[in-house]
T-cell receptor, first 110, second 121 residues
Framework: SQELEQSPQSLIVQEGKNLTINCTSS?????LYWYKQKYGEGLIFLMM?????EEKSHEKITAKLDEKKQQSSLHITASQPSHAGIYLC??????????FGDGTTLTVKP | DAGVIQSPRHEVTEMGQEVTLRCKPI?????LFWYRQTMMRGLELLIY????????DSGMPEDRFSAKMPNASFSTLKIQPSEPRDSAVYFC???????????????????FGPGTRLTVL
Protein backbone atom coordinates (compact mmCIF):
# COMPACT_ATOMS: atom_id res chain seq x y z
CA SER A 1 0.00 0.00 0.00
CA GLN A 2 1.06 3.59 -0.45
CA GLU A 3 2.18 5.19 2.80
CA LEU A 4 2.10 8.95 3.20
CA GLU A 5 4.18 10.58 5.88
CA GLN A 6 3.47 14.15 6.87
CA SER A 7 5.71 16.48 8.80
CA PRO A 8 5.58 18.16 11.12
CA GLN A 9 2.77 16.58 13.12
CA SER A 10 1.87 19.95 14.56
CA LEU A 11 2.97 23.50 14.04
CA ILE A 12 2.48 26.68 16.03
CA VAL A 13 3.38 29.91 14.31
CA GLN A 14 2.95 33.60 14.96
CA GLU A 15 0.55 35.41 12.68
CA GLY A 16 2.36 36.77 9.67
CA LYS A 17 5.01 34.07 9.58
CA ASN A 18 5.57 31.68 6.70
CA LEU A 19 5.40 27.94 7.13
CA THR A 20 5.83 24.71 5.21
CA ILE A 21 4.21 21.31 5.60
CA ASN A 22 5.70 18.28 3.89
CA CYS A 23 4.21 15.07 2.57
CA THR A 24 6.42 12.15 1.54
CA SER A 25 5.33 9.02 -0.23
CA SER A 26 6.93 5.61 -0.24
CA UNK A 27 5.87 5.21 -3.87
CA UNK A 28 5.47 7.41 -6.92
CA UNK A 29 2.49 9.65 -6.58
CA UNK A 30 0.01 9.54 -9.44
CA UNK A 31 -2.25 12.13 -7.92
CA LEU A 32 -1.48 14.17 -4.82
CA TYR A 33 -4.01 16.42 -3.19
CA TRP A 34 -4.11 18.68 -0.19
CA TYR A 35 -7.11 19.11 2.09
CA LYS A 36 -7.82 21.30 5.07
CA GLN A 37 -10.00 20.13 7.92
CA LYS A 38 -11.39 22.00 10.87
CA TYR A 39 -11.96 19.95 13.98
CA GLY A 40 -15.22 18.01 13.78
CA GLU A 41 -15.87 19.01 10.19
CA GLY A 42 -15.37 17.50 6.78
CA LEU A 43 -12.37 17.97 4.54
CA ILE A 44 -12.12 20.91 2.19
CA PHE A 45 -10.18 20.45 -1.02
CA LEU A 46 -7.27 22.85 -1.50
CA MET A 47 -5.22 21.72 -4.45
CA MET A 48 -4.33 18.79 -6.64
CA UNK A 49 -0.96 18.03 -8.22
CA UNK A 50 -0.25 15.46 -10.89
CA UNK A 51 2.89 16.29 -12.80
CA UNK A 52 6.48 16.21 -11.57
CA UNK A 53 7.65 19.73 -10.75
CA GLU A 54 4.10 21.06 -10.74
CA GLU A 55 3.31 24.04 -8.56
CA LYS A 56 -0.07 25.58 -7.80
CA SER A 57 -1.07 28.58 -5.78
CA HIS A 58 -4.30 29.85 -4.33
CA GLU A 59 -4.25 33.07 -2.39
CA LYS A 60 -1.40 32.64 0.11
CA ILE A 61 -1.09 28.87 -0.20
CA THR A 62 1.33 27.21 -2.62
CA ALA A 63 1.69 23.48 -3.19
CA LYS A 64 4.53 21.82 -5.04
CA LEU A 65 5.24 18.30 -6.24
CA ASP A 66 8.86 17.31 -6.76
CA GLU A 67 10.19 16.02 -10.04
CA LYS A 68 10.31 12.44 -8.79
CA LYS A 69 6.66 12.70 -7.70
CA GLN A 70 7.35 11.32 -4.24
CA GLN A 71 7.29 14.46 -2.17
CA SER A 72 4.98 17.43 -1.92
CA SER A 73 5.11 20.57 0.15
CA LEU A 74 2.44 23.06 1.16
CA HIS A 75 3.66 26.54 1.87
CA ILE A 76 1.64 29.29 3.53
CA THR A 77 2.87 32.84 3.25
CA ALA A 78 2.08 35.45 5.90
CA SER A 79 -0.10 33.09 7.92
CA GLN A 80 -3.37 34.27 9.45
CA PRO A 81 -5.60 32.81 12.16
CA SER A 82 -7.98 31.70 9.41
CA HIS A 83 -5.29 29.30 8.19
CA ALA A 84 -5.49 27.31 11.40
CA GLY A 85 -6.69 23.74 11.06
CA ILE A 86 -5.53 20.30 10.11
CA TYR A 87 -3.86 19.88 6.76
CA LEU A 88 -3.93 16.47 5.16
CA CYS A 89 -2.24 15.20 2.06
CA UNK A 90 -3.90 12.41 0.15
CA UNK A 91 -2.96 10.35 -2.84
CA UNK A 92 -4.10 7.57 -5.04
CA UNK A 93 -2.07 4.92 -6.75
CA UNK A 94 -2.67 4.02 -10.34
CA UNK A 95 -5.25 1.44 -9.26
CA UNK A 96 -7.44 4.08 -7.66
CA UNK A 97 -6.56 3.31 -4.05
CA UNK A 98 -6.98 6.33 -1.81
CA UNK A 99 -4.72 6.98 1.18
CA PHE A 100 -4.13 9.93 3.48
CA GLY A 101 -1.34 11.19 5.67
CA ASP A 102 -1.89 11.58 9.40
CA GLY A 103 -2.32 15.32 9.10
CA THR A 104 -0.53 18.39 10.37
CA THR A 105 -2.26 20.52 12.96
CA LEU A 106 -1.57 24.20 12.41
CA THR A 107 -2.11 26.82 15.09
CA VAL A 108 -1.64 30.49 14.23
CA LYS A 109 -1.20 32.80 17.19
CA PRO A 110 -2.56 36.33 16.72
CA ASP B 1 -26.28 21.67 -4.91
CA ALA B 2 -26.25 21.20 -1.14
CA GLY B 3 -23.07 19.16 -1.26
CA VAL B 4 -22.66 15.70 0.20
CA ILE B 5 -25.25 15.07 2.87
CA GLN B 6 -24.73 12.69 5.74
CA SER B 7 -27.04 11.59 8.50
CA PRO B 8 -27.14 11.41 11.37
CA ARG B 9 -24.49 13.96 12.36
CA HIS B 10 -24.08 12.32 15.74
CA GLU B 11 -24.92 8.82 16.88
CA VAL B 12 -24.52 7.36 20.34
CA THR B 13 -25.35 3.72 20.75
CA GLU B 14 -24.62 0.79 22.97
CA MET B 15 -22.31 -2.06 22.17
CA GLY B 16 -24.07 -4.77 20.20
CA GLN B 17 -26.58 -2.49 18.54
CA GLU B 18 -26.90 -2.06 14.81
CA VAL B 19 -25.83 1.29 13.41
CA THR B 20 -26.72 2.64 9.97
CA LEU B 21 -25.02 5.69 8.52
CA ARG B 22 -26.47 7.39 5.46
CA CYS B 23 -25.03 9.40 2.64
CA LYS B 24 -26.41 11.35 -0.28
CA PRO B 25 -23.70 12.19 -2.80
CA ILE B 26 -23.64 15.23 -5.04
CA UNK B 27 -25.94 14.71 -7.98
CA UNK B 28 -24.08 13.53 -11.05
CA UNK B 29 -21.07 12.21 -9.18
CA UNK B 30 -20.27 8.65 -10.22
CA UNK B 31 -17.96 7.81 -7.33
CA LEU B 32 -18.82 7.50 -3.67
CA PHE B 33 -16.34 6.87 -0.85
CA TRP B 34 -16.73 5.92 2.79
CA TYR B 35 -13.92 6.91 5.19
CA ARG B 36 -13.35 6.48 8.90
CA GLN B 37 -11.27 8.93 10.92
CA THR B 38 -9.80 8.30 14.37
CA MET B 39 -6.99 9.86 16.32
CA MET B 40 -5.07 6.61 16.32
CA ARG B 41 -5.40 5.62 12.68
CA GLY B 42 -6.11 8.89 10.91
CA LEU B 43 -8.31 8.89 7.82
CA GLU B 44 -8.87 5.46 6.31
CA LEU B 45 -10.70 4.53 3.15
CA LEU B 46 -13.24 1.81 3.89
CA ILE B 47 -14.92 1.26 0.54
CA TYR B 48 -15.73 3.07 -2.66
CA UNK B 49 -18.36 2.69 -5.35
CA UNK B 50 -18.44 3.52 -9.02
CA UNK B 51 -21.89 3.82 -10.57
CA UNK B 52 -23.39 2.12 -7.51
CA UNK B 53 -21.04 -0.88 -7.77
CA UNK B 54 -18.50 -1.54 -4.99
CA UNK B 55 -15.03 -1.36 -6.50
CA UNK B 56 -12.69 -1.77 -3.56
CA ASP B 57 -13.81 -2.83 -0.10
CA SER B 58 -10.40 -3.91 1.14
CA GLY B 59 -10.51 -1.21 3.79
CA MET B 60 -13.62 -2.57 5.46
CA PRO B 61 -12.43 -3.70 8.90
CA GLU B 62 -14.40 -6.91 9.22
CA ASP B 63 -17.63 -8.68 8.45
CA ARG B 64 -19.52 -6.51 10.91
CA PHE B 65 -19.24 -3.68 8.40
CA SER B 66 -21.29 -3.60 5.21
CA ALA B 67 -22.01 -0.88 2.68
CA LYS B 68 -24.64 -0.61 0.00
CA MET B 69 -25.51 1.80 -2.75
CA PRO B 70 -28.99 0.91 -4.02
CA ASN B 71 -29.10 3.90 -6.35
CA ALA B 72 -27.03 6.84 -7.51
CA SER B 73 -28.32 9.16 -4.81
CA PHE B 74 -28.06 7.06 -1.66
CA SER B 75 -25.60 4.89 0.20
CA THR B 76 -25.52 3.28 3.62
CA LEU B 77 -22.77 2.02 5.87
CA LYS B 78 -23.98 -0.49 8.42
CA ILE B 79 -22.23 -1.85 11.48
CA GLN B 80 -23.78 -4.90 13.09
CA PRO B 81 -23.06 -5.52 15.89
CA SER B 82 -21.29 -2.33 16.89
CA GLU B 83 -18.33 -2.31 19.27
CA PRO B 84 -16.67 0.51 21.26
CA ARG B 85 -13.64 0.39 18.95
CA ASP B 86 -15.91 1.43 16.08
CA SER B 87 -16.23 4.87 17.64
CA ALA B 88 -14.97 7.36 15.07
CA VAL B 89 -16.05 10.01 12.63
CA TYR B 90 -17.31 8.46 9.42
CA PHE B 91 -17.10 10.56 6.28
CA CYS B 92 -18.76 10.08 2.95
CA UNK B 93 -17.29 11.72 -0.15
CA UNK B 94 -18.21 11.82 -3.81
CA UNK B 95 -16.45 12.75 -7.01
CA UNK B 96 -17.13 12.98 -10.71
CA UNK B 97 -14.34 10.59 -11.58
CA UNK B 98 -11.48 8.85 -9.86
CA UNK B 99 -8.28 7.00 -10.46
CA UNK B 100 -5.30 7.76 -12.64
CA UNK B 101 -3.66 5.86 -15.36
CA UNK B 102 0.07 5.87 -15.77
CA UNK B 103 -0.28 8.98 -17.86
CA UNK B 104 -2.00 10.73 -14.98
CA UNK B 105 -5.30 11.34 -16.64
CA UNK B 106 -8.81 11.40 -15.33
CA UNK B 107 -8.41 12.54 -11.76
CA UNK B 108 -10.90 14.51 -9.81
CA UNK B 109 -11.34 16.02 -6.39
CA UNK B 110 -13.48 14.42 -3.75
CA UNK B 111 -16.17 16.43 -2.01
CA PHE B 112 -16.59 15.44 1.60
CA GLY B 113 -19.71 15.43 3.72
CA PRO B 114 -19.70 16.85 7.26
CA GLY B 115 -19.26 13.40 8.80
CA THR B 116 -21.14 11.29 11.33
CA ARG B 117 -19.61 11.16 14.78
CA LEU B 118 -20.28 7.67 16.13
CA THR B 119 -19.86 6.80 19.78
CA VAL B 120 -20.35 3.20 20.84
CA LEU B 121 -20.63 2.79 24.60
Amino acid sequence: SQELEQSPQSLIVQEGKNLTINCTSSKTLYGLYWYKQKYGEGLIFLMMLQKGGEEKSHEKITAKLDEKKQQSSLHITASQPSHAGIYLCGADNNAGKSTFGDGTTLTVKP
Amino acid sequence: DAGVIQSPRHEVTEMGQEVTLRCKPISGHDYLFWYRQTMMRGLELLIYFNNNVPIDDSGMPEDRFSAKMPNASFSTLKIQPSEPRDSAVYFCASSLSWGTSGSGSSYNEQFFGPGTRLTVL
